[in-house]
DNA sequence: TATGAATGAGACTTCATTCAT
DNA sequence: GATGAATGAAGTCTCATTCAT
């Protein structure tokens, strides 16, 4: 009578990812903000106090979808570039996982970036995983660099890369809004730009701003 | 003592600057959803109801900021662009109007970005000024592909433009989150990542994906 | 210089009909509460305190406005129905009147009635004309009776007065609604509903409940 | 002392039967308008959310009690008025249950028929009401006609009916502004009005408009 | 006289969050 | 473990009403 088990008394771990799944939807489709916590629970089949029970604060289980999107993203890019593979081989493969994970979960992206780029709270997780980003293309940058003996000072070389970051998220953007555009066809044209680019400094061509 | 002077019952046109300075600093420090139209009302140094009565709606107010924003910051890149530079030339102006633009008005530039990149109402509005923005762009690599007596399709050139306004975005988010940045040297990189690669694509010079 | 005469400058009694026309329009249209004092000045083509000058609160307004329709119908009515007419010759052209009134002035009627019957402020004028209709309507039966050597309490005939004119409400109502309908077709009905059971009171037929 | 009753955490149809009761008490006395949702949540001891949760925005409500309070008059005039009963008894007894009603609910007719006469919003709901017990009158009126051989135009009746009921409702917006009146007096004298016009009707009496 | 400018007050409504069962 | 019931707090918006020009 004490252990009659209940069907709906499913493992937390699975609960959880229920609720992942359910806030990301519903934080993409919606905002932080517009996004209510009735929604989110009745979308996952769940009450309320559950999701506290688990996940926290709203303001929590943002982070949590965010740390789960991301952690998902970072493993696609890294399992696909390589750290062994030559340097234009490895911003490709990097770059065709980008956009292939944002073509594939572009709920995700959603709430990855359009919602926590604005508000204080998620700015600095956002930070942290962009960071991480700018950190892997510099060190590819940096890593060309050597192989043909030049140096750059590091601040160069991130602020490059910071460049080449943004421009592929804005073109990610552009792909989230385009459910019929192709990653990869995306993927070869941001290689167009940033490697072409890249490419030149790599060879120590700059450019100087004129005396005016 | 006697002459102190009134500081009330400004004309409408007055008053309407007041608030909208007030929206957009308020906008830009919490977001908007966050921020209250009674501290925008307070900040302007008026009661609620006269930003209702000029200005509309909480929404209206957003997108009054975004209007003004907008224009002024197109205004400086118009005026320093001028249309019969040589490409390269236009482009460096044109970028360093904008970061400067940026540097100087930090606040704007984040209501205009990056709040409403985040929620519906205002992606159109947005879309409407980067529209402008990329097509500016594209005009210009257009001149200098047409003076090397090239041409590229339509399409592939605004998709460049497109990264290369994402990349700007980028940097430009960068350079408001870091006050101690100068604006004319960010525009200088900017200009290393956007022209080189954007002379290599002019002068016929394209990356193609292995076949793997 | 002091004396130079403004052509907007009309008679204050002028004004005051034109504001209790705008009133009455827009208290029909939109309801006591629903109204605002702007619509109202505005459709009044004046300013707001003018409306305040010279008519008062809302509230005062509004009991303005029932005043001169209420006196407007009374009198049309009192004309129509002579005292030394016959009862039912008297009924009869109240009646035609009146109905004639509500087809004329559908506005005035809504606001007549509709409105103030639901809002205790209003509620003690409304009272007030609707008694001086009963009584009207009730000199009528006496004086029939009268006329045939009979006599009721007077008690009972202000209840039969009050059903009467009660039904005459409920078809003005209906009249009302109804653009389309003819307020002399209206008026014959009634009659037929008023005068027959009257007559039949008036010859002393009664109706008894039964010991059930 | 230990064992108070609990009296939070109230099943749901309990909550909303208080809020119900609530509601048609402070609509009745305030209005529509001037009734705030405030007062009454604190009249049905619970918070506002609540109210909302389970019951709507305010015009929600108020129809929620429009329905709870005309279902109950027509069960208690439905439930008098048997339709096996020869046409003089049913309008005897159907009067009789309907001022009973109203005088045992003066809120609830208060709240009924003033208020909703009003405005727009209501205006349909309240014309359905209507329409109901005209239908009934009218159906009572032609059993009448048809039982004596004779026949009427259908819209003839209806207007007919249409003033019965108005008189009716006259009677008991007066009866619910007496206190100290009696509901069965009032429905014996509705009654002397009503059938002794309709009696006279049904033998085919009618009125004629002078040629003037 | 006439009005643009201004506001205090208050209404509805929605949420994130927590008890008590 | 799970949930229906419950609420404090806040926000947007509107309106009648009054100064000061």
Redesign the pocket.
């Known amino acids: 009578m004490s252990s009659t088990p209940?069907f709906?008394?499913?493992p937390r771990a699975v609960?959880e990812q229920q609720m992942l799944d359910a806030a990301v939807k519903v934080f993409s489709r919606r905002g932080f903000h517009?996004?209510?916590?009735?929604e989110i629970a009745e979308d996952a089949g769940?009450?309320?106090?559950?999701v506290?029970?688990y996940l926290g604060?709203?303001?929590e289980l943002f982070i949590a979808c965010l740390h789960r999107e991301t952690a998902r993203m970072m493993l696609a890019i890294a399992g696909a570039a390589a750290p062994d593979l030559p340097p234009d081989q490895r911003l490709w493969r990097g770059l065709r996982a980008f956009f292939g994970f944002v073509g594939a979960h572009r709920d995700g992206w959603a709430v990855l970036y359009r919602q926590a780029r604005g508000s204080q709270p998620f700015a600095t997780e956002l930070a942290a995983m962009r960071a991480r980003l700018v950190e892997v293309v510099a060190g590819m940058l940096d890593h060309a660099l050597r192989a043909r003996g030049r140096e750059v000072a590091a601040t160069e070389l991130e602020v490059v890369a910071y460049a080449l970051v943004g421009a592929s998220e804005s073109l990610a953007d552009w792909l989230a809004d385009h459910p019929e555009a192709e990653p990869e066809k995306t993927a070869t044209r941001m290689m167009n730009v940033a490697w072409l680019g890249a490419a030149q400094l790599l060879d120590g061509v700059t450019w100087r701003p004129p005396t005016d």
């Open positions: 209940s709906k008394r499913l609960r517009a996004a209510s916590m009735d769940i009450s309320k106090p559950m506290y029970a604060t709203k303001e």
